[in-house]
């Protein structure tokens, strides 16, 4: 099955500046390490930045642009989106289906949020999901640590077994991108 990596939201905005998001400099080399396994095996590479009509997402400005240390590539494909769900008028959903993508490796920020809000409507598309179980994160929120909300999405996303498609939880260095044909 075709494969495609998406990674969600790893910006300037929530990566650079204090409090920086958890695990920030572990995570992002985790998704260096995806990016360059999936380009190694013709994978497609999404990068997915949220924007916002007002600061600090506008679109252009430095907050918006990918965290520093990411290894994204000019060949790599690049998505603009306004709401926590990447296919939610992105034309996402139709450049998978150009592709032939029956499969997503699903990482990024925030766990709680674009990670948890996509992968579920992947599953709804007909995806079937790895979700990179270490290269996804958040910042710690009044009710629950970062480390807490991670652990949360990962126990509970494999779970959701009424989309019809696996979602299964894998660690970065776990998952392996099947060569292009």
């Known amino acids: 099955m075709k494969t495609a990596l ?5 910006q300037s905005g929530m990566f650079d ?6 695990h920030a400099d572990a995570v992002i080399a985790r998704l260096n390490q995806l990016a ?4 190694a095996a013709g994978t497609p590479v999404v990068w997915v930045q ?6 600090p997402l506008i679109h252009g400005s430095a907050e918006w642009q990918l965290a520093r240390g990411l290894d994204a590539q000019p060949d790599d494909h690049y998505l603009r989106k306004t709401t926590p769900d990447s296919f939610l008028r992105t034309g996402l959903h139709q450049q998978l289906q150009q ?10 920020y925030a766990s709680e949020f674009c990670i948890d ?13 790895i979700l990179a179980s270490d290269a996804h994160t958040t910042h710690d929120k009044d009710h629950a640590s970062a480390a807490q909300i991670r652990a949360h999405e990962n ?3 494999p779970k959701l077994g009424s989309f ?15 060569a292009s044909a």
């Open 117 to 129: 809000t996509t992968t579920r409507s992947a599953a709804a598309h007909g995806y079937a999901i």
């Open 17 to 22: 500046h204090e409090p920086r998001a958890d």
């Open 99 to 108: 592709w032939g993508v029956g499969q997503l490796v699903i990482a990024g």
């Open 50 to 55: 949220h924007e916002r009509a007002s600061a």
């Open 6 to 10: 998406l990674i969600i939201d790893v």
């Open 36 to 39: 360059a396994a999936a380009r």
């Open 155 to 157: 126990a509970t996303l």
């Open 164 to 178: 019809g498609v696996p979602i299964l939880l894998r660690a970065a260095a776990e998952i392996a991108f099947p």
